[in-house]
């Protein structure tokens, strides 16, 4: 009898342990949001957050873009007090290497705008 009440003891903390859910809470997550700039001067986001990654493609030879710290497409823009990330790629339809700026990122307090006309710019962001 002692047997049988050990076994069935152990088939139900094996069945309990099979029926737990192991996955993360959904409120607890905060999800990566991508912004997109299509050659052309773009607002991502007007919030404040991180910047992790950004990657892309020249669409033109010599292209350009610069990643700025603001919450709206204005003419201050240009001064390097604002810039957060800026590159090129000197060959048409060439990508440009990924930036990866770790777990940590990188900081933004206004927004995200996304200055180019001859490039296509994908970032990651929360």
Do not use: C, H
């Amino acid at each position: 009898m002692k047997k049988l009440f050990i076994l069935a003891l152990i088939v139900l903390v094996g069945i309990g342990l099979f029926l737990s859910d192991s996955t993360a809470d959904s409120t607890r997550t905060i999800p990566f949001k991508t912004g997109f700039a299509n050659s052309e001067n773009t607002l991502i986001t007007a919030n404040a957050g991180r910047l992790y990654m950004i990657s892309g493609i020249a669409a033109s030879a010599t292209a350009i873009w610069a990643v700025y710290d603001e919450d709206a497409i204005t003419d201050t823009i240009g001064t390097d007090a604002k810039i957060l990330v800026e590159g090129g790629e000197a060959t048409q339809y060439d990508s440009f290497p990924l930036y990866d700026f770790g777990d940590e990122g990188i900081p933004f307090s206004s927004g995200l705008v996304v200055i180019t006309s001859t490039a296509d710019v994908t970032l990651l962001y929360r």
